[in-house]
């Protein structure tokens, strides 16, 4: 049988190139995970989250699905929102998209993905949202980018929107949540300085009590 185990002998290699530069690295990282921050990304490849912000195993929790979505009945994405908060206190929440995101991509086709097409339904309510905008912006590539952007900022509500975030705020955890956009083509983070950190930044109708 055909196995990848070119990626088995890498493994060994890092583990050992570790071990070397912090003898007590992976000892230390059994004993417990302390991460302050929460990744909300891209499934794409090329998005890689500890690689891009330069952060070590332990560092980050993560969470990836196709497009960064963050839907309201996603009990894979709440149960890592809610472990995230509540039990390891993270600090910052990232929600990152990317600049020519295949899943933004679909979402803005005729043709039916299949299966998929259920998933695709989000951003294509976040493409309705914001057609006013995006059918003024001239063409169709930077309508794209823009959709990516808005496509961030409207997951970031949505992060704030669920009671895990609001309880957390209620009981004066400290906890921001920030929208990120990553350009695959240089390497770059941008920040979309959309950071919602309290209760009075939402609006009152999405406020719990
Ligand atoms: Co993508």
Known sequence: MNKPRHLLANNKKWAAAMKKANPTFFAELAKLQQPEYLWIGCADS???ANEIVGLLPGEMFVHRNIANVVVHTDLNCLSVLQFAVDALKIKHIIVCG???CGGVKAAMENNDHGLLEA???NIKDVQLLHRAELEETLTMGTRFDRLCEFNVIEQVT?????NIVQQAWHRG???AVHGWIYEIGDGILQDLDVTINSLEQLPAYFRLT
């Open 46 to 48: 090329r998005v890689p």
């Open 98 to 100: 990317h600049y020519g």
């Open 173 to 175: 955890q400290q906890l």
């Open 119 to 121: 998933w695709l339904a």
């Open 158 to 162: 949505n992060v704030c929107r669920t």
